[in-house]
Structures are given as C-alpha cells and as structure tokens.
C-alpha cells in the first residue's frame, strides 16, 4: 500500500521561506516524476513543479525563479524550497508521485499560509 507523508507547511511572513518534504513508500516499482500541486479554496488544482526520474524540471511561472523542486531517488523522497514567498501562495500543496505501471498516488496535503 502506497504512501506518501508530507511535512513542512506552516505560517510565514511575505518574503519568508519554507521546504516542503514528501517521502514515498509502500511500492516496488520504480518513480517516474514526482510533483507538487496547489489549490486555493474554490479553485481547481494547480501544478506547482515537476521533477522527472532523469532530473529534469518544470515550474509554474507564477513560481519560476523563487521555488526549486529536488528529489532523492535513494530516499524516495521530494522537496520543494519555497523562497520570497508571497501571499498569494497561500494554498493547501499536494505532492503527487507517478509510478511506472502503478498509476500515481497523492499526499495528504499540507497548508502553507504566507502573511502580508
């Protein structure tokens, strides 16, 4: 049984930083992308940033240049530093972990809260 435990969300003041951590277990196949999403109350849920199994990386660009996302492939684990945060990151974020040929799975949700 899959599981996936996020840690790191909490209150911050505008300009603050945080880093979400999500580890994965439960599984034998391999991680084909890991990623961390966002929703705000009333809206649907959006993709933050994405890590792939070779590394590579995609980020919204309402996040490019201040958030980096980082995996531990030996730890089955995923980061999100969380750098200038603004208001308007404020959401509940979601890591989602995508095996090869076992579908994909989603933590639990962590609230992040950025003060003006």
């Known amino acids: 049984q899959v599981q996936l435990v996020e840690s790191g969300g909490g209150l911050v003041q505008a300009g603050g930083s945080l880093r979400l951590s999500c580890a994965a277990s439960g599984s034998f196949f391999k991680i084909r992308s890991m990623a961390w999403y966002r929703q705000l109350p009333g809206k649907q849920r959006e993709l933050v940033a994405v890590?792939?199994?070779?590394?590579?990386?995609n980020y919204a660009d309402s996040v490019k240049g201040r958030f980096t996302i980082s995996r531990d492939n030996a730890k089955n684990t995923v980061y999100l530093q969380m750098n200038s945060l603004k208001p308007e990151d404020t959401a509940v974020y979601y890591c989602?972990?995508?095996?090869?040929?076992?579908?994909?799975?989603w933590g639990q949700g962590t609230q992040v809260t950025v003060s003006s």
């Open positions: 989602n972990v995508n095996y090869n040929c076992a579908g994909a799975y």
């Open positions: 890590v792939a199994s070779g590394g590579s990386t």
